[in-house]
């Protein structure tokens, strides 16, 4: 028996989830992507995974230079978000105007954020219409304030962390 991908859309829409932007570069060109396939893969080794979609600039950007840097949002970063999801022209420059830094690998990282991994690309699966990159960090610089909100995502709409705790 077979799901369709509508069926497990719907589903999926009820797993809270944080919000990071994935950003990489590659010969003078960068581009970031708003990413919720986010996830720790080990410890031990230190490995990460993110899932791209094909045919996205960002995707392109990390099959070439094998590497990427990821930001995890806090709350009040959701027109961050929003940016990078693509409400603005898929040709237009996501990043421009945003204060940026680099840590390792030359990825730009969004200042503001709660943390910042920088990466390199140790294995990458194709997976139906997305590939998944399994990393390990280069880097790993995370913000002192420890009373800062995530930013989550649930049900196709941001969730404040204080309401989830209530619930």
């Not at 022209?89 to 990282?109: H, I, K, M, N, W």
């Amino acid at each position: 028996m077979s799901v369709s991908s509508d069926s497990v859309r719907q589903s999926m829409r009820y797993w809270a989830t944080g919000v990071t932007i994935v950003t990489a570069a590659h010969k003078g060109q960068q581009h970031g992507m708003t990413v919720s396939s986010f996830t720790s893969l080990s410890l031990d080794p230190p490995r990460l995974l993110i899932s791209l979609a094909k045919g996205t600039r960002t995707c392109r950007l990390v099959a070439l230079s094998r590497r990427f840097g990821v930001s995890l949002l806090a709350e009040d970063q959701r027109e961050l978000s929003d940016r990078f999801a693509g409400r603005m022209s898929e040709e237009e420059d996501r990043l421009a105007g945003l204060e940026v830094f680099q840590l390792a690998t030359g990825a730009p990282l969004l200042k503001g954020a709660l943390a910042w991994l920088d990466c390199r690309v140790t294995r990458t699966m194709d997976s139906g219409s997305h590939l998944v990159f399994i990393a390990e960090p280069l880097a790993a610089l995370s913000t002192e304030d420890s009373l800062a909100a995530p930013l989550l995502y649930f049900n196709r709409s941001y969730l404040a962390p204080q309401k989830a705790l209530e619930g």
